[in-house]
């Protein structure tokens, strides 16, 4: 596929725009016409109440790192740090419309009788088999008559490029007009998606992709000839009905991009569903999403009818092979002296260190430093692109520790840590234990059975509650340490 001028454009302007920080890609998301829902107040820098672990008082109901607890910029964030197809050996599980009807499996690309130029373009991008989720998904997608398909896999197992390389084989490159739609919940995931439609498109240069994001403007007459058209829900709205540029009619497929992501954008699922009903009863629809909750469910019932459903597991992320200790402190001074101890006596790695406010990391960070530790700091005013950098950073070994809200570490793995340091145990909004933040952060999938050490500072009679809740829970006993013993600490890590 030719390079979208249009979308370099757009590139280069992110690249030099001063700051996109999350917050405003949540601002982003709805979008500036008419159609588009009202914009979420986002509330200014530092108005929020950060909630300092002061003994005995639970963090207020609202973070500032709350603020920025925004689904698309997780979502994004992913993407910019995953290099690698995420391994799954669960099976998945497919419930099939008509159960009557062939169910196909490949394990190879050439199975799946693709154009030479889209065989091409796979085996480009370093792809040599189909992932889990592809090898169902695919031959499901890429069926005639089309079959509508509502797709569930975690991040990173293949779902974009199972999409595209659907959508890539059904247009038609002799008809110069949209067939293609994909709608993406913000500017930045649709330019992500564009990309991938780009590279596996590359050697199939007749098929032109367009951009449906704000700022794209274009000139009213204008009929689109471009055969696919990737966007957020307003424009695409904007463009088939306000504008005509889209002869919504001569639609084959329709995709839906993160439809949990979506949900959690206000407006972006009556958008959605007012484009759907645009489109003729032939089309076919695919919807994908990392996760599947109920808000999801019911938004992919009322998108997508006839469906098939294909889900891919999680794999189950277990504490058996992870030693757990907790240090008792009084304040977070103590807690650092603590760490500086446990440091003294055990060689580390690396570490992760979880604090619960942007205030705590950043402090402890500098006082880490003070100490002559190479750390990285990942912290909520930063940009997506720079928190990428910092975890690649860190996942190269650069730097050994890496200090982080827990919303910011949010869904992302590094798996050479065996060291995770809970400054400050995980709980909900509610002051409540996080007790799949806690698994999360310091699980490790059976498969791997890698050996960890986690250590959880508690300071207040508040945290040493969470603490036991967690304790009860999980049915796991936290060994105390004491961390003036230095002979116990050297113990923890035989
Ligand atoms: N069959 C494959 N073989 C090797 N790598 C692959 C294959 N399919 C996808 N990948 C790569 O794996 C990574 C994840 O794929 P992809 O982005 O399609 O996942 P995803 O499920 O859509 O993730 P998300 O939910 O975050 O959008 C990408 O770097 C992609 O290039």
Request: glycine share 6%.
């Amino acid at each position: 596929m030719a390079t979208d001028s249009w979308a370099l454009a757009v590139d280069e302007q992110e690249a030099a725009a001063e700051s996109i920080s999350s917050l405003q890609i949540k601002d982003a998301a709805p979008e500036e016409n008419g159609t588009a829902a009202a914009t979420a107040a986002t509330p200014p820098e530092g108005s929020g109440a950060a909630a300092q672990t002061e003994p005995d008082v639970p963090p207020t109901a609202k973070t500032e790192e709350d603020d920025k607890d925004d689904k698309a910029a997780q979502s994004l964030l992913n993407k910019l740090i995953r290099s690698n197809l995420v391994n799954t050996t669960n099976q998945v599980e497919v419930l099939q419309r008509d159960p009557n009807s062939p169910l196909y499996s490949v394990k190879s690309f050439e199975e799946l009788r693709l154009k030479p130029q889209l065989l091409q373009g796979v085996y480009a991008m370093g792809f040599n088999r189909p992932s889990k989720i592809q090898e169902t998904a695919l031959p499901m997608m890429l069926a005639e008559p089309p079959q509508n398909l509502i797709a569930q896999s975690q991040s990173g197992t293949g779902k974009t490029a199972a999409f595209v390389l659907a959508m890539l084989s059904h247009v038609d490159p002799n008809n110069k007009f949209p067939q293609c739609l994909c709608v993406s919940p913000t500017y930045e995931l649709a330019l992500q998606t564009g990309k991938v439609i780009e590279q596996m498109g590359k050697h199939y240069p007749e098929v032109q992709l367009v951009y449906a994001i704000r700022g794209n403007k274009l000139q009213r007459s204008v009929k689109l000839q471009e055969q696919i058209v990737i966007g957020t829900p307003g424009t695409m709205l904007d463009w088939c009905l306000k504008f005509k540029f889209i002869d919504p009619k001569k639609i084959k497929v329709f995709v839906l991009d993160e439809a949990d992501v979506m949900i959690a954008t206000q407006g972006h699922q009556d958008q959605s569903i007012r484009i759907q009903r645009m489109l003729p009863k032939n089309c076919q629809m695919l919807l994908f999403s990392a996760t599947f909750e109920e808000s999801v469910w019911r938004f992919a019932e009322r998108i997508v009818p006839d469906h098939n459903i294909i889900k891919l597991k999680r794999e189950e992320e277990t504490l058996d092979t992870i030693k757990q200790y907790y240090v008792q402190c009084t304040s977070k001074e103590e807690k650092f002296q603590a760490l500086c101890n446990i440091y003294g006596a055990i060689t580390i790695a690396q570490a992760m260190i979880f604090c619960h406010t942007r205030k705590t990391a950043g402090w402890l960070a500098g006082e880490l430093s003070r100490e002559g530790h190479q750390v990285a700091l990942l912290s909520g005013e930063m940009q997506v692109e720079q928190r990428a950098a910092v975890i690649d950073r860190f996942r190269d070994g650069k730097e050994k520790v890496l200090v982080t809200t827990n919303v910011c570490a949010r869904g992302i793995d590094v798996e050479q840590v065996s060291v995770v340091i809970n400054f400050d145990l995980p709980v909900d909004k509610d002051g409540n234990p996080d007790n799949e933040t806690y698994l999360h952060r310091i699980g490790r999938t059976g498969r791997f059975g890698k050996r960890g050490l986690a250590i959880n500072m508690v300071d207040s009679k508040f945290s040493m509650n969470v603490l036991n809740r967690i304790q009860e829970h999980f049915n796991k006993k936290i060994e105390k340490l004491d961390t003036d013993d230095l002979d116990e600490i050297e113990k923890i890590s035989s």
